[in-house]
């Protein structure tokens, strides 16, 4: 099992850093609230700690209680700010973390949406789900513990100096060189020492949240074929590389915090040896000799955070470049600038010369295509597997671009069309049908958001699912699990037939449509599906004999090329209102066929 943790271009950590602060991201009010609050917060932390100081100093003197009147006030008042300005700074401070991963998170999806599922193909589930959750978490960390005690040490920093040096200026100098020991050496040490790890780390937790996912989704297979024993040591391997990354990781953060430890150690004793001689020289009362080693530590506390901070902004960087990257991978199929309106009523397909190939170096999967679908015609598209039918789905879709060639509907170029109004005129039923771990009623309503229950039961009637569904105790409120886990292969395939009808598409693209389905059951069912489908236009893709027969025309693929020839009309008598064949004009497809790929291999 692989991963695509470094799949798409990743963008230099200063643009990383200024997308994630920038006004798109950051509300700009939000911010300065949370930092004027953080600010006094931290001041009032020091406003205490300095106030004690004085206030135990002169109590130890015993003089008249109303001359600690003012400071027993100042520390109520301060304590009070404390806890008030930290206790609204973390609520201002998580909303906007929180506001910014809600737009992260609809910033991934809108960089996703354009991508699937082209672009998507080279990347593991594991990957994407990797990016879209634990990276867009990742990042609440730059808004709580990376960014907020930057600002923070700064503000306190300078007022903390300016105090000290009003007292002592040696003291205030002492302060000043601690604080930059404490705030910027330790942090740009932190720094380096913490980039390599913070990389290895966040490129460590994809890999292992990769490999985790895809072992989950395929354990019944890594069960069947006995390869669940190495899915779980290639995860064990990976938790150990993680686990000696968090280890290595540990150690620079402790050699850290050791230094600044002996900073704030060194800075408290280097102001209080300032503080001496002035108390001597009778420049300082000496009941304010306290304050000052007090003062520098409660300011040093202010910074102590900086290291750690700096470990943070680098998995914070290196989880934004990820996210960011997936901007970077152009979208295969774009809309263009001035798109051409979509045309109203059932419109007629065609398409000419049509060549696709999945990559740029790649062979032809279909190759000189043409294709003229009538309003309200039933046409079938057989070959074997690998002829390129599905191709032309994904052709029809706008989800592939074309190489060559063109597609229209009613005249305007499929291309000239964004691929929402495409899709919202051609609709298809595929055999990767994905449902969402809800409801079935909810997983209907995605083709209809407002779908009423009586439109939901008819889509499910003619789908042959509405018997299986009202026998379930909580009927279209029954959940079917992740990924649809808990319904069958049948039952999937009828739910999603049932989503199609109640899309109301004009032109209808099915592809296998009985895949999984009982074969004693599934003509009727197609039946039925063509008969509520009547007037509208459909491409019936299949690889059945009895299938093919209930269309208009009959066309072959093979190996990406129209190999078969128009079949002449009969209606069946035991269905009226749609077309049947003969037998020997499948035979003729089936020759035609054989014929084709015989020609090709010979040509080759």
Not at 141 to 168: E, H, Q
Not at 230 to 248: N, T
Request: aromatic letters at 2%.
């Amino acid at each position: 099992m692989t991963t695509s943790a470094n799949a798409g271009h990743l963008p230099s950590r200063r643009l990383v850093l200024s997308r994630l602060l920038s006004r798109d991201m950051v509300s700009r009010r939000k911010a300065a609230r949370a930092f004027l609050l953080a600010l006094a917060a931290s001041m009032s932390a020091i406003g205490l700690a300095a106030t004690s100081a004085w206030l135990l100093d002169r109590a130890a003197q015993h003089p008249a209680v109303l001359t600690l009147t003012a400071a027993i006030g100042a520390v109520q008042l301060f304590a009070l700010g404390r806890a008030g300005a930290g206790y609204a700074q973390r609520l201002e401070t998580h909303d906007l973390a929180f506001g910014v991963l809600g737009r992260l998170r609809v910033m991934c999806l809108s960089a996703l949406a354009p991508l699937a599922p082209a672009a998507l193909a080279s990347h593991t589930s594991g990957d994407l789900l990797e990016r879209a959750t634990d990276d867009v978490d990742t990042l609440q960390n730059l808004y709580l513990r990376a960014i907020p005690p930057f600002v923070v040490a700064g503000g306190t920093s300078l007022l903390s100096v300016a105090l000290a040096g009003f007292l002592v200026p040696q003291s205030g100098a002492v302060l000043a060189g601690g604080l930059l020991c404490a705030g910027v050496i330790i942090p740009l040490l932190a720094q380096r020492l913490g980039r390599d790890p913070g990389h290895a780390m966040v490129q460590g937790r994809a890999s292992l949240q990769a490999a985790t996912v895809e072992s989950i989704q395929g354990a019944p297979e890594l069960v069947a074929y006995g390869q669940a024993d190495r899915a779980i040591e290639r995860l064990v391997e990976l938790h150990l590389a993680l686990a000696g990354q968090a280890r290595r990781a540990a150690h620079r953060r402790g050699l850290i915090e050791g230094l600044s430890s002996t900073i704030v150690g060194a800075t408290a004793l280097g102001m209080l040896a300032m503080a001496v001689p002035a108390v001597r020289a009778g420049l300082l009362p000496g009941v304010d000799l306290a304050v000052l080693p007090v003062l520098g530590l409660a300011a040093m506390d202010a910074v102590s955070g900086l290291p750690g901070a700096f470990s943070h902004l680098h998995e914070d960087i290196e989880a934004g470049a990820r996210l960011l990257g997936l901007e970077s991978i152009p979208p295969p199929v774009t809309d263009p600038e001035q798109p051409a309106p979509a045309p109203a009523g059932v419109p007629r397909l065609m398409a000419q010369g049509v060549t696709l190939r999945y990559a740029q170096d790649g062979p032809n999967a279909i190759e000189n295509l043409d294709i003229d679908l009538l309003p309200g015609e039933i046409l079938a598209i057989v070959g074997p597997s690998g002829s390129g039918k599905t191709t032309v789905a994904n052709a029809l879709l706008r989800f592939w671009p074309i190489t060559s060639g063109s597609i229209s509907l009613d005249g305007t170029d499929l291309e000239s069309m964004t691929g929402d109004d495409a899709r919202s005129i051609v609709g298809a039923l595929d055999q990767r049908t994905h449902l969402f771990s809800t409801s079935i009623g909810d997983n209907l309503r995605i083709a209809k958001p407002d779908a009423s229950e009586d439109e939901m039961w008819a889509a499910l009637s003619l789908a042959h699912a509405d018997k299986w569904v009202a026998s379930l105790p909580d009927s279209l409120r029954t959940q079917v699990g992740e990924g649809g886990a808990s319904v069958s292969g049948g039952e999937r395939q009828r739910l999603a037939l049932a989503r199609l009808l109640l899309a109301g598409r004009t032109v209808v693209i099915l592809d296998e449509p009985t895949a999984g389905l009982d074969p004693s059951e599934a003509m009727e069912m197609l039946r039925d599906v063509l008969e509520a489908l009547s007037g509208r236009s459909v491409l019936l893709i299949t690889h059945r004999r009895e299938e093919a027969a209930l269309a208009d025309r009959v066309i072959g693929l093979s190996h990406g090329r129209l190999t078969a020839v128009q079949v002449q009309d009969t209606t069946s008598p035991s269905f009226p209102g749609v077309p049947t064949r003969a037998p020997a004009a499948f035979d003729q497809v089936e020759d035609d066929l054989e014929c084709g790929s015989r020609t090709r291999q010979s040509s080759t």
